[in-house]
């Protein structure tokens, strides 16, 4: 069995990749995508803890996690379609004033 | 170098490098395409992990409708090229900067241990079943039955407000 540390590492890996996507990246759908890639990143560590312990509730909280992700990328591409529709624009930079 | 350990570290090139490719795409469709493989990766991980019913829910939930949603959206708006320009000039260095720091950080802490993350190098043993879709839907319907129900009406709370968000509105 590979070591649960590797996966640990490699989670972190991920989940750094995908904050910089968020920092540096402009395009608010491809911040979604980064964001999409930091919950991957936690659901690979939970599936890794669950197999070193052999317990099943590691698996079942990312079968949540993956819920709440479904929700949250629906509504926020839903939130960007709103936005585009009134700015014609999705640069984060942009999206600075909260009446449309 | 047993199988298990060489297939890891393909699958850990190939996800680095498919996040790293959707970090720097210039287009936003390529990006998505980038992350489906990345999700594809971590779905192979999964069934690695002994968790065949997550890595199929990967594969559906995730790569497919999430991701078929965004592609959707990005040629709906048409948006492959836009937010490229950057208006604050400042803020790509600091981003890379912090994102630097929160590496180091990272590393520190896996490598001291410092975050009581000490765990012993040989897994428990498990159980042939362990993670088998019985397995997991037994536990998901008695122990969790409660957050499952909460779960549905997220997912009601969820549709109700994308189609709000993108009612045209009557003037």
Redesign the interface.
């Given at each position: 069995m590979v070591p649960v540390m590797y996966y640990v590492i490699l989670s972190a890996i991920l989940f750094i990749i995908g904050a910089l996507g968020v920092l540096i990246r402009r395009n608010a759908i491809v911040v979604f995508m980064s964001i999409e890639l930091m919950l991957n990143a936690a659901n690979l560590a939970f599936v890794a803890f669950a197999r070193q312990y052999a317990a099943t509730s590691g698996q079942l909280f990312v079968f949540f996690v993956m819920t709440v992700a479904a929700a949250e990328v629906a509504v926020g591409l839903a939130l960007i379609v709103a936005i585009f529709k009134t700015k014609a624009s999705i640069n984060v930079d942009q999206i600075n004033t909260l009446k449309g | 170098m047993t199988v298990?350990?060489i297939l890891?570290f393909i699958l850990?090139i190939v996800?680095?490098l498919t996040?790293?490719g959707?970090?720097v795409s210039k287009n936003?469709v390529y990006?998505?395409l980038y992350?489906i493989l990345?999700?594809a990766a971590?779905a192979v991980?999964?069934l690695?992990?002994?968790?065949p019913?997550?890595a199929v829910?990967?594969v559906t939930?995730?790569a497919g409708?999430?991701m078929v949603?965004?592609l959707f959206?990005?040629m709906?708006?048409g948006?492959e090229k836009?937010?490229?320009?950057?208006?604050?000039a400042w803020?790509?260095p600091l981003?890379?900067g912090?994102?630097l720091i929160?590496?180091a950080e990272?590393v520190y802490i896996?490598v001291s241990g410092a975050g009581g993350?000490v765990?012993a190098?040989?897994?428990?043993?498990?159980?042939p079943d362990?993670?088998s879709p019985a397995?997991?839907g037994m536990?998901?319907f008695t122990?969790?039955l409660l957050?499952f129900e909460v779960?549905s009406v997220?997912?009601l709370?969820?549709?109700v407000?994308?189609?709000v968000?993108?009612r045209v509105e009557k003037k």
């Open positions: - | 298990q350990l890891f850990a996800a680095v996040a790293v959707m970090l936003a990006a998505a992350l990345n999700f971590v991980f999964y690695l992990l002994n968790a019913f997550l829910a990967q939930v995730y409708a999430i949603l965004f959206v990005i709906l708006l948006a836009l937010g490229q320009s950057q208006v604050q803020q790509r981003a890379i912090l994102g929160l590496a990272m896996l993350l765990v190098s040989q897994g428990t043993t498990i159980n362990f993670g397995n997991v536990e998901l122990k969790y957050p779960t997220l997912l709370v969820a549709i407000g994308a189609i968000m993108t």
